[in-house]
Each structure stands twice: as structure tokens, then as C-alpha cells.
Nanobody
Framework: QVQLVESGGGLAHTGGSLRLSCAAS????????MSWARQAPGKGLEWVSG????????YYADSVKGRFIISRENAKNTLYLQMNSLKPEDTALYYC???????????????????WGQGTQITVSS
């Protein structure tokens, strides 16, 4: 069965950094594009970043561009999100998600995702 397990969440101060990981299993990880999305308290789901199956192209929401870096290590079936220059508005539950189509790219919540992780909490204090 497909599993996506996020880790690396926690507390950071404004301007600090955190690195999230998403361990994938149950499918050919290297064949699928992946995304990160987040949900802040009392707000809707926001697409954050996406990456192609081979890691050659990356995409970011304007709110995180220049601060966050998405990457993947296909040999380890792991997706990453390096978060730098953190702001209180980055506080949210972060999810990794699998694009449904092989070699597709997912650059918004309008794309087709078939599996989501359980989420990991990021809290940024001022």
C-alpha cells in the first residue's frame, strides 16, 4: 500500500530554518512528481511547492519563493522541503502529496493527487 510519512516538524524562531522529510513507499517513487501543501490554523489548504519526478524542475508559491527549497532523493524514496527565513505566517500543518500521473508535474491544488501524508506541524514564533 502507498504510504507517505512526513517528519521534521517542530518549533522554530522567526528567521530560522527547518527541514521536512517525506518518506514514500508502496509505489515507484522516481516515476511521480510530488508536492508540499500546508494548512494554517483556521485557513484553507495552500499549495506550497512541487517537483518533477527526476527533480530537474521545481515550483514554488509566491509566498515561499526564495525562502523554501524542495528536493528529492529518489534512491531513498524521500522528498524534502528545506525552509529558511521562516516567518510566523509559515505556521501550519504541512503535507506531502503524490501526483496521480506518471511523470506529471503538480503546481497547484487543482492538479490530481491520489495520496497524502498525515502532516507534520510547523510552528514559527516571533
Amino acid at each position: 500500500q502507498v504510504q507517505l510519512v512526513e517528519s521534521g516538524g517542530g518549533l522554530a524562531h522567526t528567521g530560522g530554518s527547518l527541514r521536512l522529510s517525506c518518506a514514500a513507499s508502496g509505489f515507484t517513487f522516481s516515476s511521480y512528481a510530488m508536492s508540499w501543501a500546508r494548512q494554517a490554523p483556521g485557513k484553507g489548504l495552500e499549495w506550497v511547492s512541487g517537483i518533477t519526478s527526476d527533480g530537474s524542475d521545481t515550483y514554488y508559491a509566491d509566498s515561499v519563493k526564495g525562502r523554501f527549497i524542495i528536493s528529492r532523493e529518489n534512491a531513498k524514496n524521500t522528498l524534502y522541503l528545506q525552509m529558511n527565513s521562516l516567518k510566523p505566517e509559515d505556521t501550519a500543518l504541512y503535507y506531502c502529496a503524490k501526483c496521480s500521473l506518471i511523470n506529471y508535474r503538480c503546481t497547484s491544488l487543482g492538479e490530481k493527487y491520489d495520496y497524502w501524508g498525515q502532516g507534520t506541524q510547523i510552528t514559527v514564533s516571533s
